[in-house]
Structures are given as structure tokens and as C-alpha cells.
């Protein structure tokens, strides 16, 4: 049996595409996954659903969560267990975690955006913003190394 054949075989047993490899700029312009983002993404699509109209979030934001975690958990087996469309089933799972990722920015925007209109949103979010803070912190202030104004 041609080897083609039995990729494109093995290919439609696990439901992946065998697809082209991504450039190396293409890969770097993704988002990449940040430790235990699987399980925050599950409970900040839960959280999107409930408070994405208050948060004026639009419904792609959620699909982005869902259907990109979705994805992933739908590329891993693949990705782990195949060597020859590894890299094909590796470069579709790190689209789905561009497109979560992409919700979990959104989604932590918002909510810092929303914060002082709604601090119960805030509230209920603090488990989405203190997981984004541990892995994305904000701009660190520099210090005045005289420690005071111009003299």
C-alpha cells in the first residue's frame, strides 16, 4: 500500500485534515497557549455565555472559546500519537489555541474595561483576570532613580 494512502487513511480515522505546513511567520503570529488555559477556557466560555451581552462581547468571542478549545481537544490524540502528521495535526491545534487564546484576551479586556460599571462582573472574573496576570502581567512602572522630581 502507498504510504500517501495510508496517511490519508489514518488521517480520516482521527478526523483531521492533513494540511501544509505553516511558514514560520505564520506560526509566530499566533497566539501561543499559556500553562492550564484548557481548563480556565472551560469556565470562561461558561462565564462569556452568562455575562458576554453585559460585557458587550461579540458572539465570536464565545465561539472562539468553544469551538477553539473544541479543536484543540480534537487535535491532541493526533498531534501525540502520530509521527507522520504530526506537524500537520500540531499546526491545526495551535490555530484553536490562537482562536482561544484570542477569547481569553477578549474576555479579560472586557472585563478589566467593565470593571468600575459592574464589580460583581469583576468579581465573578477575578479567577480569568488573576490567571492572565500570572502569565501576561501589565507594564511594570519604573522607578525615578533619584527618588524624587528635577531639582
Given at each position: 500500500m502507498p504510504e500517501q494512502t495510508l496517511i490519508e487513511q489514518?488521517?480520516?480515522?482521527?478526523?483531521?485534515?492533513?494540511?501544509?505546513?505553516?511558514?514560520?511567520?505564520?506560526?509566530?503570529?499566533?497566539?501561543?497557549?499559556?500553562?492550564?488555559?484548557?481548563?480556565?477556557?472551560d469556565d470562561a466560555a461558561r462565564f462569556v455565555q452568562k455575562h458576554?451581552?453585559?460585557?458587550?462581547?461579540?458572539?465570536?468571542?464565545?465561539?472562539?472559546?468553544?469551538?477553539?478549545?473544541?479543536?484543540?481537544?480534537?487535535?491532541?490524540?493526533?498531534?501525540?500519537?502520530?509521527?507522520?502528521?504530526?506537524?500537520?495535526?500540531?499546526?491545526?491545534?495551535l490555530r484553536g489555541t490562537d482562536r482561544c487564546m484570542e477569547g481569553l484576551y477578549n474576555s479579560t479586556r472586557r472585563i478589566r474595561d467593565f470593571s468600575e460599571a459592574y464589580p460583581d462582573i469583576a468579581e465573578e472574573g477575578k479567577f480569568l483576570l488573576d490567571f492572565m496576570k500570572v502569565f501576561k502581567p501589565g507594564r511594570k512602572k519604573e522607578k525615578n532613580e533619584d527618588g524624587g522630581g528635577e531639582g
Amino acid at each position: 500500500m502507498p504510504e500517501q494512502t495510508l496517511i490519508e487513511q489514518l488521517a480520516a480515522v482521527l478526523n483531521v485534515e492533513i494540511v501544509e505546513p505553516m511558514d514560520g511567520s505564520e506560526a509566530q503570529g499566533l497566539h501561543k497557549a499559556l500553562p492550564g488555559y484548557q481548563a480556565v477556557a472551560d469556565d470562561a466560555a461558561r462565564f462569556v455565555q452568562k455575562h458576554g451581552q453585559t460585557l458587550n462581547l461579540d458572539a465570536s468571542v464565545l465561539a472562539d472559546l468553544t469551538e477553539g478549545l473544541a479543536e484543540v481537544k480534537r487535535m491532541e490524540p493526533g498531534e501525540h500519537a502520530l509521527g507522520k502528521l504530526h506537524q500537520s495535526v500540531y499546526h491545526q491545534r495551535l490555530r484553536g489555541t490562537d482562536r482561544c487564546m484570542e477569547g481569553l484576551y477578549n474576555s479579560t479586556r472586557r472585563i478589566r474595561d467593565f470593571s468600575e460599571a459592574y464589580p460583581d462582573i469583576a468579581e465573578e472574573g477575578k479567577f480569568l483576570l488573576d490567571f492572565m496576570k500570572v502569565f501576561k502581567p501589565g507594564r511594570k512602572k519604573e522607578k525615578n532613580e533619584d527618588g524624587g522630581g528635577e531639582g
